[in-house]
C-alpha cells in the first residue's frame, strides 16, 4: 500500500518538478565529476611540487655530506645537523652507516625511527634513492632517502630527510573546500536559472492551457489560449485554439441539428394531433351539424313565444345558448384542423388589434377589469393575414380576462423587437404583441402543456382547450415565435413576435 501512494505521489509530481531535479541531478553530477577531478589533478601537483622541493633539500645534503665524509670531517656533519635544525626545526634528517645502522640524526626529531630504518635499508640495499609519502592517507609526511657514496662510487651510508606535509594538507583542505563551495554556488545557481525558465516558459503555460480546456469542458466555446511564441507551446497554443474554433462551430451545428429534430418532432406530433382533430371535427360537424341547427333553431322560436310560462322560456334560453357554445366549438375544432387560407398583406398590426380590444371593452368592464392598450412607436410593417392578428389577439385577449379578478388589470401593448427562433439563431427584427394580465398565474406543469389541443385550465368554466392552439398555430404560420412567462399568483404574460416584412426569412416562410 505505501509502495502504491508513493507511485502516486511520483505521478502527481509536476512536470516542471522533474525537469528541475533532473537539471539539478544532472549539474550535481556533472560539475561534481569535474571537482572531484580537479581536485585529485591539484593533489597530484602539490604533492610532485613537494617532492621536488624536498628532493633539492635532501641532494643538496647528500653532497654536503659526501664531501665532509671523504674528508673525514665527521663534525662537519653534526655541525651540519644543528645549523638545518634551527633554520627549519620541522624537517627530520638521519644519517645512517652502510650497515644501515644510525650514526648521527638532527635534534629534536619524533619522525618513527624504525621506517627509517627501513627505508635506508631498502635504499642501501637497491643502491639508489626513494621517495614515500606516509601517515593518514599519505598526507602526515615525506621522506627522502638518497645513499652515500665515496670517490670510488661505493655506498658508505645513507641520507634520510622527513619533511612534515601540514602545508600541504591545509593547501588541500582550503582547495577542496573552495571547490565544494563553488560546485555548489554553480548548482545552485544553474538549478535557479533552470526552474525559473520552466516556471515561465513551461509550468506557468501549462496552467493556463489547463484552464482553458476546464473553461471548455464546462462548454464554454469563446476560451482561447493566448501565447505569443513561435516555439512548441506556441503550436500548441494555435492548435488548441483552433480545435476550441472547430468544437464551438460543431456545437452549434449541433446545437441547430437537435433543434431542427425537436422542432420536426413537434411538427409531426401536432400534424398527428391536427389529423385526430381533423377526423374528429369533420365526424362532428356531419353527424350533430344539422340535428345541432334544427335543435337550436326550435330552442330560439320557444324563447321567443311571449305566452309560454317563463321556465320554458328560460329553459329555451338555456337550450340557445349550450348549442351556440357547441356550435363554437365545432368551429374551433375545424379551425385548428383545417386552417382557411391565410391572405397576407404589408399591414399595421396596431388596426386590427386595436378593434379587438374595442370589441371586448365591454366585457373587460362587465367583468369590472381594466382593459389598456399601449402602441410603441416605430413600429415596422408585417407581412400577415389580418384576421389571423385579430385571432390571435381575440384569444389571448379572452383567456386574459377570464383569468383576472375584479379590479384586475389587463394589458395589450404593440412594440418594436427583435428575436431569435432559436438561441442559436441569429436575431430578426419585428413586432412585439404582449398581453398581460394580472390574474391567478400559472405553475410550470400547465405553462409546458397550455399549447396543447384540448388541455385547459378553465375547463369548468366552459374551456375547450382549443384557443392558444389555435393561436400557435397561426403564430407559427407567420414565421414567428410565442413565448410564455407565468406564476402562480403573480398573472401571466403571453408575447407574440412576428418578423417584419423586410425580414428575408419571413418572406420564405410566406413563400
Known sequence: MNHLCIFATVRRVRISTKLGLGLTLTSAVILGSYGFSQLQKEERELRTATEQASRLLATALQVAMESALRDGQVADVGKMLESLELKDPSVDVFVFDARGSLVARSLGSSRSLPLIEADAGRVLRAHGGMARFGGD????????????????????GALAVVEPLDNLRQDLESTRLSALLSTLTLIVGISAVGWLLMLLYIQRPLERLVGAMRAVREGDFTTTFSAERKDEVGAVAHAFNAMVRELGEARGRLTEEVEARIALEAGLQRVDKLATVGQLSAGLAHEIGSPLLILGGRAQALAARTELPEDVRRNANILVEQSERIARTVRQLLDLSRRKPTRREVLDVSAPVRAVVELLEHEARKRDVRLTFERGPSLPSVLADGDGVQQVALNLLTNALRATPRGGTVRLA??????????????RPGVCLSVEDTGAGMDEERVARIFEPFFSTWA??????????VVKSIVAEHGGTLRVSSRPGEGSLFQVYLPAEGDVEAKEVVA
Open 137 to 156: 592517507g599519505g598526507l602526515e609526511h615525506l621522506s627522502i632517502v638518497l645513499p652515500l657514496r665515496d670517490d670510488s662510487g661505493a655506498s658508505v
Open 460 to 469: 369548468d368554466q366552459g374551456g375547450t382547450g382549443l384557443g392558444l392552439a
Open 414 to 427: 404593440l412594440d418594436a423587437a427583435r428575436f431569435r427562433m432559436a438561441p442559436t439563431l441569429p436575431e
